[in-house]
């Protein structure tokens, strides 16, 4: 927030050193979608626990995927002991949100004399989270600030929620099972909510409504590659009725 | 390729699963979008496919963690979870847009219709 507001087009990047737009982006973490970022990582904290998950694990799993739906379908598919060749596919495939998310937000950030090398490492701080802020705040900034923002708000928001993820592990075992149902219960709504208010387009919408009804009957009737099935089925299903309403 | 998390009892093993199942299988798009980004646009047809795929495939682990759950909430009756997400998301959809209340009102309803059973 104090970056914002201090910083518009007429601002010579020239004037503010680089370290200062790390220290705005470290500040920018102080507004409400990392906040909300933060109780999501509580919650799956304890759903990692719930799981069979070491703490460990539960952190590690954190700092290299970041992407807190890979993680849900990555622990998803550790619970029902599936094979890891399994398991990657699935993470792949829920992960492929991702591309068009780093395709758009680059020609935002890059500027010049931007590395390839240094693009790559910051991408990994891409998801939901960094990604909204970053087209929210980027496009008011010198082009000079925006990979130190960036690094900034980007290094910051992963080290809270290492920390979120951690407490959340270690309160599910401290508190009283309505609690830590309640900790385990803030995943699902959590996303529930944030995806059903970004679906914009009709596709979104139908994707959303088709993989909540078939998430639990592909479990029933194909355990092993159910998440798999999900959402190749009702993806392409939302697909097709994308092309049917814009067709008519 | 058919070890689970579990089948290799070293120390090393689940975090080499986590590495190969979920690192390499997120930063991939990622590193790909960085090659890819002056290429295509946001709203081309691929993408668009993309996206539905990955969306439902999410939508699927939110309802099957409602439905089919582990740990604690299974202590909560299903009806309740569910009465629970549409009061959170009709609250979020018929009352004020905002997600922090949108998931409080789930959580009330979840624990305090919990302890009131």
Redesign the interface.
Known sequence: MAGQASSGHDEDAAEVPAFRWVLRGIAGIISVPPFVLVSAFIGFGALARDTGLGLGHTVFMTGMVWALPSQIVLIGAVAAGTGIAATMAAVALSAVRLLPMTMSILPLMRGEKTSRALLMVLSHYIAVTAWVEAMRKLPHMPRAARVPYFAGFGTTLVLLNLGAVSAGYLMAAAVPPHIAAGLAFLTPVYFLISLSAAAQLTADRAALVFGLVLGPVFHLVEPEFDLMWTGLVAGLAAYLVHRWRRGR | ???????IATPWW??L??????????????????M?????T?DSEA???????????????????????????V??PLAL?LA??AA??GF??GVR?N??L??LV??VV??GG??FI
Not at chain 2, 1 to 7: A, L, T, Y
Not at chain 2, 17 to 34: E, H, K, M, N, S
Not at chain 2, 36 to 40: G, K, Q
Request: charged share 15%.
């Open positions: 390729m058919n070890e689970s998390f579990w089948s689940p975090y699963f986590i590495l190969i199942a979920g690192w390499a299988a997120t930063d991939v798009w990622r590193f790909v979008g960085v890819l980004s002056d290429r295509l946001e993408l668009i496919l993309v996206r539905s795929i990955a969306t439902a495939l999410v939508a699927g682990v939110i309802s099957k963690l409602v439905i089919f759950p582990g740990g604690a909430l202590g909560a979870r629970a997400v959170g998301m979020f959809w847009r997600l922090f949108g998931i789930a959580e979840l624990i919990w302890l």
